[in-house]
């Protein structure tokens, strides 16, 4: 999973959480720069893959600029 952020390669993820259809949290990572694709959800939890479906998520950025936005919506695991 990975956000494109043009302009913004400096802007900071403050928060990053995965939840599933159930709102259980199975992923959350924090204060890592966007275009760190490390940090971003490989579809696994506790070291497992997850299922294929959809997942939510809920991001806050942090932008060079001072600005802080929300970003949320739905991904689709596909195995």
Same mark, same amino acid.
């Given at each position: 999973?990975?956000?494109? %952020?043009?302009? #913004? %390669? &400096?802007? !900071? =993820?403050?928060? /990053? ?8 949290? =199975? ?7 966007? %275009?760190?694709? &490390?940090?971003?959800?490989? *579809?696994? /939890? ?5 299922? #294929? *479906? =959809?997942?939510?998520?809920? !991001?806050?950025?942090? /932008?060079?600029? *001072?600005?802080? #936005?929300? /970003?949320? *919506? &739905? =991904?689709?695991? !596909?195995?």
């Amino acid at each position: 999973f990975q956000i494109e %952020s043009p302009g #913004e %390669s &400096d802007a !900071i =993820v403050l928060n /990053f959480q995965i939840f599933n259809r159930w709102g259980a949290l =199975v992923f959350e990572e924090n204060n890592f720069p966007v %275009s760190d694709f &490390d940090e971003w959800w490989d *579809g696994m /939890f506790q070291g497992e893959k997850l299922s #294929e *479906g =959809v997942y939510l998520y809920v !991001i806050e950025m942090l /932008f060079e600029t *001072g600005d802080r #936005e929300i /970003f949320q *919506g &739905d =991904v689709m695991l !596909i195995r």
